[in-house]
């Protein structure tokens, strides 16, 4: 059921709440493109994380894709065409139909047919994480000026979260390599113990 405008910046609220919430990285990934779905009525979506030089699309986590629709359409993108346009011009982009689009190179066989398009940045420590792709709007023929808004709103929300759960993961693994070190002082002082009791019954 579409979202009315009224109650998008309530939605919005409550995105930026449900994101924080989440801890594993993971699970952010997949809610910001559940959620960038919900609000903006969109059919289909998907989160592009980019390769660490921020060339192309090393991860592609999307939503309204059937895994055997997935399997039928093969490898996922790696960043052509109006996907790549994200990765070259930092900022959100709204096409309303993307086989009319010059900078388009079209889709793989088997892929659900698509039109309306659009997408925008997720930032995360200073730098582009990746990109929301968004597609078919539900409920009209393209993609509007508030679901753009709306969408970089969520994006930065989005940015906040995966920063917070990068960070979850850091200090999880610092404690993980603090309990390590822990252990084998442990084991460390109880063989001095055991060394220095059998000298002295020496």
Not at 155 to 166: V, W
Not at 181 to 195: C, G, M, N, P, Q
């Amino acid at each position: 059921m579409p979202i009315a405008p009224s109650q998008r910046d309530h939605a919005l609220i409550e995105a930026g709440m449900i994101l924080a919430s989440e801890l594993s990285l993971d699970a952010v990934l997949q809610r910001i493109v559940e959620l960038a779905v919900e609000i903006t009525d969109a059919r289909y979506g998907a989160l592009g994380v980019l390769t660490p030089d921020r060339r192309a699309i090393e991860e592609f986590i999307t939503v309204g894709v059937t895994p055997e629709e997935r399997a039928a359409i093969g490898d996922p993108p790696v960043g052509h065409g109006v996907l790549g346009l994200l990765i070259e011009e930092i900022g959100p982009l709204r096409i309303p139909n993307i086989g009319a689009d010059p900078r388009s190179v079209g889709f793989p066989p088997n892929h659900p047919p698509m039109r309306s398009f659009l997408g925008a940045p997720v930032v995360s420590r200073g730098t582009v994480f990746g990109n929301i792709y968004l597609t078919e709007k539900r409920e009209a023929s393209g993609f509007s000026e508030e679901d753009e808004s709306a969408l970089t709103v969520l994006a930065s929300q989005a940015g906040i979260a995966i920063e917070n759960a990068r960070l979850y993961a850091e200090i999880q693994r610092q404690q993980r390599e603090l309990q390590r070190l822990s252990v084998l002082e442990d084991r460390e002082r109880i063989a001095k113990e055991l060394h220095d009791g059998v000298i002295q019954s020496l």
